[in-house]
């Protein structure tokens, strides 16, 4: 990953925001070419088929992207039970644990992944120029990324973590698990609400393509934003409840 270079501390710190400028970006171009990557290839795929454009074609392309964001869900919730919420989200860079478990045994930056499937996801309603920013933004601010997470564990697990680089994939994950699992126990309850975000934008995809509303996209992924402030809160209460109520046992 050296080819991007090395995140400094204040991208690492806020890369929430970065990744929101990546967006922002991504459709920002697209408003220069009001027709999304998704319906441009639709017309394409319906010309050579009846020289009509369709909507069942349409209608495919965005479940497709529909399923890849629920792929990039279901991926970053499983690497969440194993690393955990609290460092997932974290703005400081943890690197005093290897974690090598449950999708780690597969690639090493699963996490990553599945933020690049979001952005192709995303990237179906913005257009082809669009989409390629979408894409070509995250690749490079996650290898900055990569390249920082990577020196800094190079550092604190030293031989073992270079075995570890040595025997798993970067992002491109194994067909079969690189390492014997180590017996760690997944964390669900809290994997699932620390990623839920990610599942109400597979929701505001699929609603998209079930009713073809380009316009409620951006309604759905605004709802979504404020169901996950309210549920984050209530989650946070209930986890610092139940402390208080342990530490009085």
Do not use: C
Not at 18 to 38: D, E, K, N, Q
Not at 207 to 230: G, K
């Amino acid at each position: 990953m050296s080819w991007a270079g090395r995140a400094s501390e204040a991208e690492f710190r806020y890369r929430f925001y970065f990744l929101a400028a990546i967006y922002f970006a991504g459709f920002a171009v697209s408003g220069f070419a009001h027709r999304p990557t998704a319906l441009w290839l639709a017309e394409k795929l319906a010309g050579s088929l009846r020289a009509a454009p369709g909507r069942a074609e349409l209608r495919a392309l965005l479940l497709v992207a529909a399923l890849l964001a629920a792929a990039a869900a279901g991926l970053r919730t499983w690497a969440a039970a194993y690393l955990h919420s609290q460092v997932v989200h974290d703005p400081r860079l943890h690197g005093e644990r290897l974690v090598a478990d449950g999708p780690y045994r597969y690639l090493r930056n699963p996490l990553y992944l599945g933020g690049l499937l979001l952005a192709l996801a995303f990237g179906a309603y913005a257009s082809p120029p669009g989409l390629l920013l979408l894409l070509l933004g995250h690749a490079v601010f996650y290898a900055r990324l990569i390249a920082r997470e990577e020196e800094q564990l190079a550092r604190t697990q030293g031989a073992d973590f270079l075995e570890y680089r040595r025997r798993v994939p970067a992002l491109w994950p194994a067909w079969r698990p690189r390492l014997a699992a180590s017996g760690a126990r997944p964390a669900w309850a809290q994997a699932w609400a620390g990623e839920i975000l990610m599942w109400l934008f597979a929701a505001a995809l699929l609603l998209t393509a079930a009713t073809l509303e380009f316009r409620l996209l951006w309604r759905s992924v605004a709802v979504a934003f404020v169901l996950w402030f309210v549920l984050g809160r209530a989650f946070r209460r209930g986890r610092a409840v139940s402390a208080g109520g342990q530490d009085a046992q």
